[in-house]
Structures are given as C-alpha cells and as structure tokens.
C-alpha cells in the first residue's frame, strides 16, 4: 500500500515537472505556442521526449540543453544572456534611460521657461546671465529684409 502512494507520487511529480518544463518550450511549428498548449505533432513529440528524458534521470537542466542543442536557441523562451541576445536583455533599460532623459530635458526646460523669467522681471529678481541672454534673443525682434509685398499688389503691378 506504501510502495503504491509513493508510485503515486513519483508519477505526479514527474508530470508537474513535465509540464513546467514543457511551458518553457516554444513549439517549433506554432511558434507563439508553448508545447504544453499546442496541439500540434511536433509538440506532442517533445512531450514525450521530456517525460522519457525525466525517466531516465535527467535534470531540467540537462534536458532544456538538449533541446537547445537539438532545435536550436530559439526553442526556449528564456533566451540565454550573451553578445548575440545582449540587446534583447538590455533593450528595457535603454527605453527607461531614454524615457529618463527626455524627462529631465523637459524639466531642465521647463525650468528655463520664458513665462517664468518674465514673472520674475515683474516681480524684481535678477535674472542671471544665461536668462538675461535668452530674453535679449526671444525680445529682439529679427533684422528687416525690406519692404514686402503681397502677391495682390505684385500683380496688379503696384
């Protein structure tokens, strides 16, 4: 009866293994499918060869690397980290350091912000060099090139 429970679960434990270790696999034919939730042949395939690979007494180690080396890197889920994938790893931190920077461009903009040096011109503070610079620019109204005409009055010859 003790040697019959204990069967028992070995049998569940292989299979909860299986299946963790199935829902990491790619299916080679679906593509966005793990094994586990395809139907497809070569699918069930692999199945099977993970179960008899955990019968035999394999890690999951051992067994995610034979399945790498058999159907290529692509069959995991959980690409390794080397130079190859390096972008793939790191691409979320590049978004977040740039979202960072436009962030303190905006800020750093925003705090040069020609409507607050005019609040502070009416208000009496100094302003410092830099802003004295970009009032001068913003307020300097830009060389004339001449008298303009309108197309209407070109073409009346006035």
């Known amino acids: 009866m003790e040697s019959e429970e204990d069967a ?3 049998t569940q434990m292989m299979d909860a293994r299986a299946r963790n270790i199935s829902h990491n696999v790619r299916c080679t034919e679906c593509g966005s499918q793990s094994i586990e939730d395809s139907q ?3 699918a069930i395939l692999l199945r099977k060869l993970i179960r008899d690979e955990i019968r035999s ?3 999951d180690k051992e067994i995610f690397k034979k399945l790498e080396e058999d159907f290529g890197e692509t069959v995991l889920y959980a690409p390794k980290f080397d130079m190859q994938t390096a972008a793939l790893w ?3 931190l590049l978004l ?3 979202a960072a920077g436009v962030w303190a461009f905006k800020k750093h903009r925003q705090n040069t912000n020609v409507h607050i040096m005019a609040l502070n011109l009416v208000r009496g503070v100094s ?3 830099k802003e004295k610079e970009t009032m001068l620019d913003i307020l300097t109204p830009p060389p004339s090139l001449g008298p303009t005409r309108s197309w209407w009055r070109r ?3 006035q």
């Open 8 to 10: 028992v679960k070995k």
């Open 40 to 42: 497809a042949d070569i």
């Open 57 to 59: 007494g394999k890690t």
């Open 90 to 92: 790191l691409s979320p």
């Open 96 to 98: 977040a350091g740039g």
């Open 127 to 129: 302003l410092t060099p």
């Open 155 to 157: 073409w009346q010859g």
